[in-house]
C-alpha cells in the first residue's frame, strides 16, 4: 500500500511539472515562470499531505518575504541591477521560490525516487537559467536566489522544529503545574 501511494505521489508530481509546461507560452521565460510557482505548490501539497503543511508554510513565507526586503532595502545598489537595467534584481524571487519546493520535494517527499528527484532537480535549474536567458538577473543574482531558498527550506527546518518542541515542552509544564496548584489548594 504504501509503495502504490509512494507511486501515484512521484507520476502526481511529474504531472504538475508537466501541466505547468503545457499552460505554458512557448518562450523560455514562460516555462521558468510557470516552474517557479509548480515546484512550490507540488512541495506544499506534498507536505499538507504528510502533516508538515503548516511548516513549510511559514517557512516559505518567510523566506519569499525576506527576498523582497532585502530587494527593496538593496535600493540602487550594484548587486541590486539587473541586466536589463531595473532594479530590485538581488536576489533572484523566481530562483528562491523553484529552489525552495525542488528542495523540500528531494528532501521530504520523494526521497526514494532518483528520477523524480532528477527531474525536479532539473526543474529548478531550468527556472534560473530563464532567469538569466531572459536579462531578468545575472548568474549571481540566481545563485544568491538558490542559497536564501536552501537557507530558509534546509537550515531553518531544524530551528522551526525545536521551536515547536519547546513550546510543547511549556505547555505541559505550565498544566502540570496548573494541575499540581488546583491539587494543593484542595
Not at 504528510?50 to 508554510?57: F, V
Not at 541590486?80 to 534584481?89: A, E, K, Q, V
Not at 532537480?121 to 538558490?146: K, N, P
Not at 515547536?164 to 505550565?174: E, N, P, V
Request: net charge positive.
Amino acid at each position: 500500500m504504501k509503495q502504490t501511494l509512494l507511486h501515484h505521489r512521484n507520476i502526481l508530481i511529474v504531472a504538475v511539472l508537466a501541466l505547468a509546461l503545457c499552460l505554458s507560452q512557448r518562450t523560455v521565460e514562460s516555462y521558468g515562470d510557470n516552474l517557479q510557482i509548480a515546484l512550490p505548490v507540488a512541495a506544499f501539497g506534498c507536505r499538507i499531505a504528510t502533516g508538515g503543511g503548516g511548516d513549510y508554510a511559514v517557512r516559505f513565507l518567510a523566506m519569499l518575504g525576506t527576498v523582497h526586503l532585502t530587494k527593496w532595502g538593496l535600493g540602487d545598489a550594484r548587486i541590486n541591477i539587473r541586466p536589463s537595467g531595473s532594479l530590485h534584481g538581488f536576489p533572484s524571487g523566481h530562483m528562491a521560490a523553484a529552489s525552495f519546493g525542488a528542495s523540500s520535494l528531494v528532501n521530504a517527499c520523494i526521497e526514494k525516487s532518483p528520477a523524480v528527484k532528477t527531474v525536479v532537480i532539473l526543474a529548478a535549474f531550468f527556472v534560473g537559467g530563464s532567469r538569466i536567458e531572459s536579462d531578468s538577473h545575472t548568474l549571481w543574482q540566481v545563485l544568491a536566489g538558490a542559497l536564501w531558498a536552501l537557507l530558509f527550506e534546509r537550515g531553518f527546518r531544524k530551528a522551526t522544529g525545536r521551536i515547536r518542541r519547546l513550546a510543547r515542552k511549556r505547555k505541559t509544564d505550565r498544566m502540570a503545574a496548573g494541575t499540581n496548584t488546583e491539587s494543593a489548594g484542595r
